[in-house]
């Protein structure tokens, strides 16, 4: 020390010790009781009180920890300490201004149920009127790209973020037909539907046509007699969805096109489930066959498909119509065809999507959104949708058993390895040709994971994972396939609290309820909600 002090001129001596004094400090600064000697040049105020000192030290405190607090009127002004800068200018600075607080208290890490980093981030994804979506960015000349022209080449891993927004909106046109179902499922028997009134989250869009599926098998008359009430189970016809067109000019512009949807909600009566289980391939009517075989479906979804109702024509020839007079009415215009399906629906878009394909000599381009979608036909089936040029991106969640029915279990991608050897080929195409079950998938797949959720168990039952909310939810958080749930996932948990609040793990349960989301019947149901969850099926 007495060699540096040496080596200072004589007229900034006393800047040095002005500086050696402020480190000799008898406590802590964070101390309210002691205070620092300070040197006269400073010109601090004259010693408070140690009562005032402590206000000023909280009041400190609240404000770099950036807690909410009421000014009070007769709290003093925080304490400033005043040094001098480079050129010698005074400039103020608070008291707790540059100390590493992270140091003093680290950031402890997240574990697996507390990945939401600020607690309220979750109270705005619990809140019963959080609405927040990802950005809806103008498509523009790019539209084909995103309804599949390119099979979706580099959009799904990583996701695009436009893709994923459009996914997630045609998914939701899927929950739009489950709740106007549930709300009344219904049908006279004696008489043709009365109009459905369809409310359409998205304004966009407007509802055109509603859609029957019919059964081409029934129950014996005694089963209604025994139970009168539940007489929309086992009724032969009933609404399955709907087609809506865009007519709203900023959202063409937007899209880049005028876009037709048909939506299609998954199996909801004894019926359908009765179509179902008839697993085995039938050929399809009035197809040739070609050097690439015969192109076969199941029985169950092409009955549901092909076969009319007393009062209502069947799915296939009502939707048929009513896109050949959207085309006509829109002539002139760029469209597109979207069509989307939860389960039974996702099975039936791609027999719409077959149809509309061949309906009017210039059709516009078809896609098909299906969410938890099963087998539907053998490869000769797949291999004519293709030539079709129907593109279909299949969302699949990996725990979900319903993909991977009907027929014999057998991996896609080794399938696929298989059919590129000669040899092997000509077995499984004789296969395809032959056997009752050879079903194989179609199209691009997107496939999401319920164990990347930081919100559902990773132990989640079969529902929860054929869950179209559960769905929504894991692709709206889906970044990669080798990324975690991305942490600024914009869909609200109140619809999965709603109707998978058993598979969401405790911690969200609770805070859910602590947030005065009511529980009712052990699932959260918030009190504004008119809608009836989807069924997991």
Known sequence: ????????????????????????????????????????????????????????????LEKLLQIDTKPSLSDPDPVVVKESNSNGEIKGRGLLEGLNLARIWPETKAAEEM??????????????????????????SRWREYHGCNDWAGLLDPLDENLRREVVRYGEFVQTAYHCFHSNPAMEPDQAPSPRHVLISDRAYKVTKSLYAT?????????????????????????????????????????????????????????????????????????DGSSNGQPKVECGFQSLFKTSGAHVPSLAESVVNEVQRLIEQYKGEPLSITVTGHSLGAALALLVGDELSTCAPDVPP???????????????FANRLEANNVKVLRVVNNQD??????????????????????????VLNLIDNKMPWAYSHVGVELRVDTKMSPYLKPNADVACCHDLEAYLHL???????????????????????????????????????????????????????????????
């Open 1 to 60: 020390m007495m060699q540096i002090g040496a080596t200072l001129p004589a007229h900034n001596l006393h800047q040095f010790q002005a500086r050696r004094a402020s480190f000799m400090c008898n406590g802590s600064p964070l101390n309210p009781v002691t205070r620092p000697p300070v040197h006269p040049s400073l010109k601090l105020p004259l010693p408070l009180q140690s009562t005032e000192i402590t206000r000023k030290h909280l009041s400190n």
């Open 115 to 140: 990945s939401p980093k600020h607690m309220n981030r979750l109270q705005r994804l619990l809140s019963k009127s959080y609405q927040e979506y990802s950005p809806r960015n103008n498509l523009g």
């Open 215 to 287: 059964s081409s098998i029934g129950l014996p008359k005694w089963v209604d007699d025994v139970a009168p009430d539940f007489g929309w189970m086992t009724q032969r016809s009933s609404w399955i969805g709907y087609v809506a067109v865009c007519d709203d000019r900023r959202e063409i512009q937007r899209m880049g096109r005028r876009d037709i949807v048909i939506a299609l909600r998954g199996t909801s009566t004894c019926l359908e489930w009765a179509e179902n289980m008839r697993d085995i391939l039938v050929e399809m009517p009035d197809q």
């Open 366 to 380: 078809v896609a098909v959104f299906s969410f938890g979608g099963p087998r539907v036909g053998n490869r000769a």
């Open 401 to 426: 058993v319903i993909t991977r029915v009907p027929g014999m279990f057998v991996s896609e991608s080794l399938d696929q390895k298989l059919r590129e050897s000669e040899a092997a080929a000509g």
């Open 475 to 537: 692709v709206d958080g889906f970044l990669a396939s080798n990324c975690p749930f991305r942490a600024n996932a914009k869909r609200s948990l109140v619809k999965l609290l709603n109707e998978q609040g058993s598979n969401v793990k405790r911690l969200y349960t609770s805070k859910a309820n602590s947030l005065s989301l009511k529980l009712e019947r052990g699932n959260y149901v918030h009190s504004t909600s008119s809608c009836l969850p989807s069924p997991s099926s």
